[in-house]
C-alpha cells in the first residue's frame, strides 16, 4: 500500500504571512516516481468555479521507492485563508508524486492571527 | 454553514461521475463504434452532457484514443485559435475530438468543423437539440437520479418538487441545495491552530 505523508516542524498548521515553514516529507511507493514534490498552495472552494494558486515547490532529486526528505518553504504576505457562505480560501501542503498523480494535503491556515478570518453577513441597517 | 463545509460546494459536485441509465458503458461504446465515432450527446442545460463526455473521453482514452476537447461557452459563434489548433492540425486516425457546447458553433463554423477533422478518428460532440451528428444518448434527468447525487454527497433526499421546480436542471438544483445548507449555522471550526513555538 502506497503511503505519502508530510510533517510540519512541531506539528505546526498555522501561520504567520511571511512565515517559513519547516518539516519533512515521506513516502512509500509501490511503482517507482519520476518525480517527488511538495507544492505550496491555495485554493477556493464554495458555490463558484475553483480557482488554484500553486505558490512555491520544491523537488525532490532522485526519489526513493521509501524516502524521507527535509523541506523549507516560505509563506507569501497573502492571500489570507478565509471562509464564508459562498467561498472559502484554504491554504495546503501538497506532496505529489508522479506518474499516478500520488498525493497527499496538508491543510494550513494562513492568516496575521493565525486563525481562518471568518466572513459574516453584515446586520441590516436600522 | 461555511463555504469549506458545504456538501454541494461545486468542487465537491463535480466529484460525482455521470450515470449511464438504461445501458452499460460497454453498450455505449459500442454503440459510438457502430456510428464511426461520429455522434453528438444530447440534453437540455444542466443534464450531464459536459460530466458525460468528460467520462466518455476518459474512457476513450483507456482504449487507446488521444483524446482533444474543445469546450465553447456561450456566444462563441466559432473555434478560437486554441480550439482550431486542437482540432484541425495533425489529425491521425488515434485522435477522438471531444465539441462541448456545439451548439454554439455558427452553421458555417459547423459546416468547417465537420469537413475538417474527417481524418480524425471520432468527433463526439454535446448540444441541446439533435440534429448535428446522429444522438449516441440523450441525457434526461429524474427525481430519483438528484436523489441518489444528494445522497452520495452525504445529506438527506431533496424536497419532491426540487427537480421539478427547476425544470429538470441538475446543476441549478444542486446551487439551490448549496443555498439551504448556507444557511445553516456553522457546523465546525477548522482544527485549533497550532502555531510554532515562539
Same mark, same amino acid.
Given at each position: 500500500m502506497e503511503n505519502l505523508g508530510i510533517e510540519t516542524q512541531y506539528g505546526a498548521n498555522a501561520f504567520l504571512p511571511g512565515e517559513m515553514v519547516e518539516g519533512t516529507v515521506s513516502w512509500q511507493l509501490d511503482l517507482p516516481a519520476e518525480t517527488v514534490e511538495l507544492r505550496l498552495l491555495w485554493y477556493t472552494q464554495g458555490k463558484g468555479d475553483q480557482d488554484i494558486g500553486v505558490v512555491s515547490t520544491v523537488p525532490f532529486a532522485n526519489p526513493g521507492l521509501a524516502d524521507r526528505r527535509a523541506f523549507r518553504v516560505r509563506i507569501p504576505e497573502g492571500p489570507y485563508s478565509f471562509s464564508g457562505k459562498l467561498i472559502s480560501l484554504l491554504w495546503a501542503l501538497e506532496l505529489v508524486a508522479e506518474p499516478g498523480s500520488r498525493a497527499s494535503r496538508l491543510e494550513i491556515t494562513v492568516s496575521p492571527t493565525r486563525q481562518e478570518i471568518l466572513i459574516t453577513p453584515r446586520p441590516p441597517v436600522g | 454553514m461555511l463555504a469549506r463545509d458545504n456538501p454541494f460546494a461545486v468542487q465537491r459536485v463535480l466529484e460525482i461521475r455521470y450515470r449511464l441509465s438504461g445501458l452499460t458503458w460497454e453498450e455505449l461504446l459500442e454503440r459510438l463504434a457502430a456510428l464511426r465515432f461520429r455522434a453528438a450527446l444530447v440534453g437540455p442545460h444542466g443534464h450531464g452532457k459536459t460530466t458525460l463526455l468528460e467520462d466518455l473521453g476518459n474512457r476513450l482514452a483507456a482504449q487507446g484514443f488521444r483524446v482533444r476537447a474543445v469546450t465553447l461557452h456561450e456566444g462563441d459563434r466559432r473555434l478560437d485559435a486554441a480550439g482550431r489548433r486542437a482540432f484541425?492540425?495533425?489529425? =491521425?486516425?488515434?485522435d477522438v475530438l471531444l465539441l462541448d457546447g =456545439?451548439?454554439? $458553433? =455558427?452553421r458555417l463554423a459547423w459546416m468547417e468543423v465537420r469537413a475538417r477533422t474527417r481524418a480524425a478518428g471520432g468527433l463526439v460532440i454535446t448540444c441541446h437539440?439533435?440534429?448535428? $451528428?446522429?444522438?449516441l444518448y440523450e441525457c434526461r434527468t429524474t427525481p430519483e437520479l438528484l436523489a441518489g447525487i444528494v445522497r452520495d454527497l452525504g445529506e438527506e433526499p431533496p424536497p419532491k418538487d426540487l427537480l421539478a421546480r427547476h425544470g429538470g436542471n441538475v446543476r441549478n438544483a444542486l446551487r439551490e441545495m448549496y443555498d439551504t445548507c448556507a444557511d445553516?449555522?456553522?457546523?465546525r471550526s477548522l482544527a485549533s491552530p497550532q502555531p510554532l513555538p515562539e
Open positions: - | 484541425f492540425h495533425g489529425l =491521425a486516425a488515434s =456545439a451548439e454554439q $458553433l =455558427a437539440r439533435p440534429g448535428l $451528428l446522429p444522438t445553516r449555522p456553522a457546523l
